[in-house]
């Protein structure tokens, strides 16, 4: 599987609804939305490319409440770090943000991720 399978996979454990980028106006919260927002790409001294990829990717956790937005945000923390299908390590502590034209609460989160191509 893809780093973006595995990846989706591990975000429906907490939350059904997840979505590359951004979601739907009218979808129902919780939700989570994620981006690749860069990673590295290192090769083999022989110029290989290795069998495996890395990705920056910024989860955005959505809901009603700081509070929900932040335990969902706690939650997806726990299941990307736990996950054994790929390694996954917090670049940062979660980042408050509210969307004023929705007012949806959100938490956003960055992660280092390391997968099978």
Known sequence: MSLETEL????????????????PLD?????????QIGGDAPVYVEAAVLNQRNAFVQVNCWA????????LSQQVEQALVTATTLQAQPQSALIAAHDEDT????AQQDFSI???R
């Not at 979808?27 to 981006?35: G, L, N, S």
């Not at 007012?103 to 959100?106: I, K």
Request: net charge positive.
């Open 8 to 23: 989706v996979a591990r975000l429906q454990t907490v939350c059904p609804r997840v979505f590359p980028d951004v979601a």
């Open 27 to 35: 979808t129902e919260r919780p939700y989570i939305t994620w981006q």
């Open 64 to 71: 009603d409440t700081r509070a929900q937005a932040n335990t």
């Open 103 to 106: 007012d949806r609460r959100g």
């Open 114 to 116: 390391w997968a099978l």
